[in-house]
């Protein structure tokens, strides 16, 4: 990807438990990636998603960023990554 992009990406999943999935939190170390969660329980076989946004502006080559989600699950933690490499790009700093 292109330094200065916005990249976006889709995590779906299905709740398998027998109890409605509650995710109480959904965050990255960096200020650069933001995410969006269910705030409702989700039922038993009823599937939904965490969108991931991760801004690429002063981020170059290699990034590898991490997303801890946070709900009524064993473990109560569940990591998913986003991978890629950025090329430096025509961005203007303000």
Known sequence: ???GKVVKKTFAFTNTGNVP????????TC???VTDYPK???APGESSKI???FNTI???????????ITANTYPAE???FVEGF????????E
């Open 1 to 3: 990807m292109e330094e």
């Open 21 to 28: 999935l509650v995710i109480s939190d959904s965050r990255s």
């Open 31 to 33: 200020g650069c990636t």
């Open 40 to 42: 409702t329980p989700i």
């Open 51 to 53: 969108k991931v946004n």
């Open 58 to 68: 002063k981020k170059r080559n290699r990034q590898k960023k991490i997303v801890t």
């Open 78 to 80: 569940t990591k998913v």
């Open 86 to 93: 950025v090329t430096p790009g025509e961005v203007v700093y």
